[in-house]
């Protein structure tokens, strides 16, 4: 192997990362100011152990060093009543397994009107197939859907 440096010794033990955004940077900021308040309250064992992360990142979320998943902030929004800015933890899917068609069903379509659906195209496609092209007019919450 070539190493650009004399030695093995020489490299580095760890490079860095993808740099943080600002909006991240603020992040870690608020939630290094709220886990710290659940550090004094409960304790970092405890804290860890509620959000199911280990104590090294919680340490690390407190120093305001890393950025914790979704799912983290959600639980913290759950558990402890957290607000997190410019984040709907609510909004956050967690994956499953789809096991039956009747699963997939989408939250939105219980807000779908007959209106809101426009077929755009029907045709065959080969032997035994039809292609059906739909526009879905999605309102956004208390907005009017524009006709035609």
Not at 57 to 63: E, K, L, T, W
Not at 65 to 91: C, F, H, N, Q, Y
Request: net charge positive; with cysteine.
């Amino acid at each position: 192997m070539h190493y650009p440096l004399k030695s093995r010794r020489e490299l580095p033990l760890k490079t860095d990362g993808r740099k943080h955004t600002y909006s991240e940077r603020c992040l870690m900021a608020r939630v290094a100011e709220e886990f710290k308040k659940k550090k004094k309250d409960l304790g970092a064992k405890k804290a860890a152990k509620e959000l199911n992360v280990s104590l090294a990142s919680f340490y690390n979320y407190v120093a305001g060093t890393d950025l914790p998943r979704m799912r983290v902030l959600r639980d913290a929004s759950k558990k402890w009543g957290i607000k997190w800015p410019w984040i709907d933890t609510s909004e956050v899917v967690r994956a499953q397994n789809v096991r039956t068609p009747e699963q997939l069903a989408f939250s939105f379509l219980d807000r779908l009107r007959e209106e809101d659906v426009e077929i755009v195209h029907i045709g065959p496609v080969g032997s035994g197939m039809l292609d059906v092209k739909l526009r879905i007019h999605f309102r956004a919450s208390g907005a009017k859907i524009r006709s035609k």
